[in-house]
């Protein structure tokens, strides 16, 4: 039993591995036409590629973060933003 779990978890994880960039396909194609647009009109179609490749990783890098937060941190992070969602609804019932 102990052998399937682990073959279970590698498979898993290869899995993940080989699917994370196609899970970026359409935030990707929606934030970087954007992006372009406003931020990377200027440059050369080679510093274009080094942009995106760096914006690629950093989205990447952004969800490895979020993903690996601290529970307390992410309770935190939900009361602050319970509250900032209250003190908002307050302010507009005045």
């Known amino acids: 039993m102990n052998r ?7 498979l898993y994880a290869i899995a993940i591995f080989l699917t ?6 359409v935030p ?3 934030l970087w036409p954007r992006i372009c647009r406003k931020i990377l ?4 179609d080679k510093a274009k590629a080094k942009f995106e490749h760096v ?9 490895c973060k979020l993903t690996t937060l601290d529970l307390n941190d992410t309770k935190l992070l ?11 609804e307050s302010r507009q019932n005045l």
């Open 20 to 25: 994370y960039n196609l899970q970026f396909y």
């Open 4 to 10: 399937l779990y682990q073959f279970t978890k590698i």
């Open 28 to 30: 990707f194609t929606l």
């Open 78 to 88: 939900k009361r602050d933003f319970c509250h900032s969602v209250e003190s908002t």
């Open 55 to 63: 914006f690629r990783i950093g989205l990447i890098l952004v969800t």
């Open 41 to 44: 009109y200027k440059y050369n």
